[in-house]
């Protein structure tokens, strides 16, 4: 596991970095580590290794939604880490308990790409808002339907889980980039990923870490370009932005 470090707050995570990169983010705080997402399952002991290179514990966990790539090592870090907390977004936790039906006033699509069940339950549910830490808690749905991303205060960076991706060029969730093409077939609904993109691109993030690809410096110029191109491909009529 590649272990990067993108300031003085955050530390990039990544299993199978030239092949199929997948990341997940230590944030160090003063008590100890958020650490989110979990990466794919088996990625539980390497996770605990790197924490032990930076010396400090992990006292929270924290996912961005429940596919399988991004919560596989949920119920492996737990049963390491029993006395963590672990932080679900409240609709996200649904889905991560084996519920896949969707929502009164969701769009009615299909869910798309390996949602896991996991056995371990939270410990605390997080709405819009709210704060974990130096993050704030952000809505982001679309890739699925509870997805959240987290906003550090202290420098504004953004950890967006699968909301953007950078791999194969940066692109909002659903926009096909055939080099690296498993976020956008693992996309719930489109037009609600392309709201959720603009509202976190009025943010105006010093730093974009994604779940798929590099993390991003000076991130706007970037991100405007992919939501250009989302609602090119895609047409802006049909999404509200707020």
Request: proline share 5%; net charge negative.
């Amino acid at each position: 596991m590649k272990m990067t470090a993108h300031s003085d707050h955050l530390v990039e995570l990544t299993r199978f970095p030239l092949v199929f990169p997948v990341s997940c983010y230590f944030v160090k705080e003063d008590d100890g580590l958020t650490l989110i997402d979990t990466g794919m399952s088996g990625t539980g002991k390497q996770i605990l290794a790197a924490a032990e290179e930076i010396g400090q514990p992990i006292v929270r966990i924290a996912l961005t939604h429940s596919h399988g790539d991004h919560a596989g090592s949920l119920d492996e870090l737990h049963e390491l880490l029993p006395d963590a907390e672990v932080l679900v977004g409240n609709r996200e936790a649904k889905l991560l308990a084996g519920d896949r039906s969707l929502e009164t006033g969701e769009p009615q699509e299909k869910l798309r790409g390996g949602y896991l069940t996991a056995e371990t339950t939270p410990t605390r549910l997080l709405n819009h808002g709210d704060r974990v830490g130096s993050l704030e808690v952000l809505a982001a749905p679309g890739h699925t339907p509870g997805q959240i991303a987290f906003f550090d205060t202290r420098d504004q960076t953004l950890i967006a889980g699968d909301a953007f991706q950078t791999r194969a060029g940066i692109a909002v969730s659903g926009t096909v980039k055939w080099l690296f093409p498993f976020p956008a077939f693992a996309t719930w609904h489109k037009p609600t990923a392309l709201e959720s993109a603009h509202l976190l691109r009025a943010l105006a993030p010093s730093r974009l870490a994604v779940g798929h690809g590099k993390v991003l410096e000076n991130p706007a110029g970037e991100m405007d370009r992919a939501i250009a191109d989302a609602e090119s491909a895609w047409g802006r009529a049909a999404v509200h932005v707020a």
